[in-house]
């Protein structure tokens, strides 16, 4: 038998290797003789450098960067054996670098995001794998392009503030100063999100409230952006603010793709292609994938049905395993995966089934007692 596993990660107890080798774990108990493929999964959030570097045998490295209050941290990122870059935007610019009362997206910035890519610049990166879910800010991604040397000035030509109050300063764009290598790099951005720079679907009225925004600041913010769309055009006159995908990160999908020419694309789609994910289901006798929680948003599209899709054209038997089941996640049943199983064991507290050593175990204990089931019939 041979078994692909794909999971992806269950955020805060297992990376996407780690619930791997516990699927893999339990497996070997019932079938010694299997072969398993480990196969690193993410979809452009958290867990998409290490996933992408255990996987493909790249290395990590740190940058000292600005977080997004301005202070300065350590953030990692990593490097793929054949030199491309891959980035987190929220290990520079990400919600959980703050507390709660520390959130205001007036006032966080890009501009760590940006000093992660001049890093990877200077040690000869050209190609970049980016994923920009998780993000603090609403800057229309200008801090991130400030850090790469573009001028985002104010009446005076200064460098305008940090955040969106940033925007509101912003009077005039220049490339002048911006690191000349750039023109030789190639980004592609793994997100799944499609709202536009601006509107009711906008990342003001959507994702700015969980960032700290109140109602009055959503109306300024996004007047700032409207603006700041216009002023773009000036630099690169395609620039749209109805473009799918503008407004993730706050905005700045548009300020990757309008300014540094970037490609976006579905998270999952671009790691099921940088990992060759696809090349080890059509040899595989049955598929196993699965996520923290499984529920309709999963069937919408998330990892585990990206994954089964793929199975599925190839005619493989797709089998997930998940930290809970939520409301929805029989839908799954409907896009590609056969059967899903709940690893929760016995009653604990939400501390005690997301400890690392816990959650392994209730893995490869759950993956056990499937495949003896599938061994009983196999016979």
Same mark, same amino acid.
């Given at each position: 038998?041979k078994?692909v596993?794909?999971i992806?990660?269950?955020k805060g107890?297992?990376?996407?290797?780690?619930? %791997?080798?516990?699927?893999?774990?339990?497996?070997?108990?019932?079938?010694?003789?299997?072969?398993?493929?480990i196969?690193?999964?993410?979809?452009?959030?958290?867990?998409t450098?290490?996933?992408?570097?255990?996987?493909?045998?790249?290395?990590?490295?740190?940058?000292?960067?600005?977080?997004?209050?301005?202070?300065?941290?350590?953030?990692?990122?990593?490097i793929?054996?054949?030199n491309?870059?891959?980035?987190?935007?929220?290990a520079?610019? &990400?919600l959980?670098l703050?507390?709660?009362?520390?959130?205001d997206?007036?006032?966080?910035?890009?501009? %760590?995001?940006?000093e992660?890519?001049?890093?990877?610049?200077?040690?000869g990166?050209?190609?970049?794998?980016?994923?920009?879910?998780?993000?603090?800010?609403n800057? &229309?991604?200008?801090?991130?392009?400030?850090?790469? %040397?573009? &001028?985002?000035?104010?009446?005076?030509g200064?460098q305008?503030?940090? &955040?969106?109050?940033?925007?509101?300063? /912003?009077?005039e764009?220049?490339?002048?100063?911006?690191?000349p290598?750039?023109?030789?790099?190639?980004?592609?951005v793994?997100?799944d999100?499609?709202?536009?720079?601006?509107?009711?679907?906008?990342?003001?009225?959507?994702f700015?409230p969980?960032?700290?925004?109140?109602?009055?600041?959503?109306? /300024?913010?996004?007047s700032?952006? #409207?603006r700041?769309?216009?002023?773009?055009?000036?630099?690169s006159?395609?620039?749209?603010?109805d473009t799918?995908?503008?407004?993730?990160?706050?905005?700045?999908?548009?300020?990757l793709?309008?300014?540094l020419g970037?490609?976006?694309e579905?998270?999952?789609?671009?790691?099921? #292609?940088?990992?060759?994910?696809?090349?080890a289901?059509?040899?595989?006798?049955?598929?196993?994938?699965?996520?923290?929680?499984?529920?309709?948003?999963t069937?919408?599209?998330?990892?585990?049905v990206?994954?089964?899709?793929?199975?599925?054209?190839?005619?493989k038997?797709?089998?997930?395993?998940?930290?809970?089941? #939520?409301?929805?996640?029989?839908?799954c049943?409907?896009?590609?995966?056969?059967?899903?199983?709940?690893i929760l064991r016995?009653?604990?507290t939400l501390?005690?089934?997301?400890?690392?050593?816990?959650?392994?175990?209730?893995?490869?204990?759950?993956?056990?007692q499937v495949?003896?089931?599938? #061994?009983?019939?196999?016979?």
């Open positions: 038998m078994a596993i794909a992806d990660s269950f107890s297992l990376s996407s290797t780690d619930a %791997g080798k516990a699927a893999a774990e339990g497996i070997f108990r019932v079938f010694p003789d299997a072969e398993t493929v196969m690193p999964v993410a979809d452009g959030g958290e867990g450098v290490e996933a992408l570097v255990t996987g493909l045998n790249g290395q990590f490295r740190e940058a000292k960067v600005t977080d997004p209050l301005g202070r300065k941290i350590i953030a990692r990122y990593g793929l054996p054949d491309t870059a891959v980035i987190e935007m929220a520079a610019s &990400g959980t703050l507390s709660e009362i520390e959130r997206p007036m006032l966080t910035t890009t501009y %760590g995001t940006g992660l890519i001049l890093d990877a610049i200077h040690h990166c050209r190609s970049f794998i980016i994923g920009i879910g998780g993000s603090a800010t800057d &229309g991604g200008i801090g991130c392009l400030q850090a790469l %040397g573009f &001028g985002m000035l104010n009446e005076n200064h305008v503030s940090y &955040g969106a109050k940033g925007l509101s300063e /912003l009077a764009i220049t490339d002048n100063n911006v690191v290598e750039l023109k030789e790099c190639h980004f592609h793994a997100c999100v499609t709202n536009p720079l601006c509107g009711e679907n906008g990342c003001s009225a959507v700015a969980q960032k700290g925004a109140d109602t009055e600041t959503v109306r /300024l913010m996004d700032y952006l #409207r700041y769309a216009e002023l773009t055009k000036t630099y006159p395609a620039a749209s603010p799918a995908g503008a407004g993730a990160a706050g905005g700045l999908g548009f300020a793709m309008f300014y970037a490609k976006i579905s998270g999952i789609q671009l790691i099921m #292609r940088e990992t060759r994910l696809e090349e289901i059509k040899s595989a006798d049955i598929v196993i994938t699965g996520e923290g929680c499984l529920d309709s948003q069937a919408m599209g998330k990892a585990p990206g994954i089964a899709k793929i199975a599925k054209k190839y005619g038997p797709v089998i997930a395993f998940c930290g809970a089941v #939520r409301e929805g996640a029989e839908l049943n409907k896009n590609g995966i056969d059967s899903y199983f709940p016995r009653v604990s501390e005690q089934a997301m400890d690392k050593t816990n959650a392994y175990k209730n893995l490869s204990d759950t993956a056990e495949f003896r089931t599938i #061994r009983l019939f196999s016979k």
